[in-house]
């Protein structure tokens, strides 16, 4: 891949790559490192894969995988160490992003309910969320990004819509009481 394929790659992703990261990792720093190391790991296997097709999907995909792994290793690190600190204790607060209209609806504190409420999901349905409604893949896309079935997709996003809905009616009928 060329200098100035990267940076068109760059400039007309990085921005939704970035975005994702933030909201995956829920932490600034964790995001920019996974950002950075997400375009390093497509420079590093460019010459294998064809990316030209879906560049955002392949994108995606790197950065779920190097999440993962990333987690994989704290857990291992914790479980021979101990616990140093909880994951909620690393975590900062989602940095700002911009805001579509029907976000602008909805009040600031009704959209942080929102996004703690989708970061409490567990991850195999915090994924499927946030690169549905986040990143507006297609199922199929998603299925690729994931690497499981599309019909796993559906469900898991049935069953994270289930858990939203019952854990926000409880919280949003609180509030407004």
């Known amino acids: 891949m060329s200098h100035e394929e990267l940076e068109a790659c760059i400039k007309e992703n990085g921005k939704d790559i970035y975005s994702f990261c933030c909201h995956l990792t829920g932490n600034r720093q964790e995001a920019d490192d ?3 190391d997400t375009f390093l790991k497509m420079v590093e296997l460019v010459e ?3 990316i030209k097709s879906n560049p955002k999907g392949y994108l ?9 792994n990333r987690k994989r290793k704290f857990m291992l690190r914790q479980r021979i160490t101990g616990p140093l600190q909880s994951v909620e204790e690393m975590e900062t607060e989602l940095p700002d992003r911009e805001v579509s209209p029907e976000e602008q609806m ?3 504190e009704e959209r942080r309910l ?3 409420a989708v970061g409490r999901l567990p991850e195999k349905y915090r994924l499927p969320v946030l690169l549905f409604y986040m990143e507006e893949l297609k199922l199929s896309e998603i299925s ?3 690497k499981v079935p599309e019909g796993t997709v559906k ?4 069953k994270a819509k289930k858990l939203l809905r019952k854990e926000l009616e409880v919280v949003l009928n609180e509030k407004r009481f």
């Open 34 to 36: 996974l950002y950075q």
């Open 48 to 50: 294998r894969l064809d």
């Open 60 to 68: 995606l995909s790197v950065a779920v995988n190097l999440w993962r």
């Open 106 to 108: 909805i009040s600031g």
């Open 114 to 116: 929102i996004q703690e």
């Open 144 to 146: 690729e990004v994931l």
């Open 155 to 158: 469900s898991r996003l049935f």
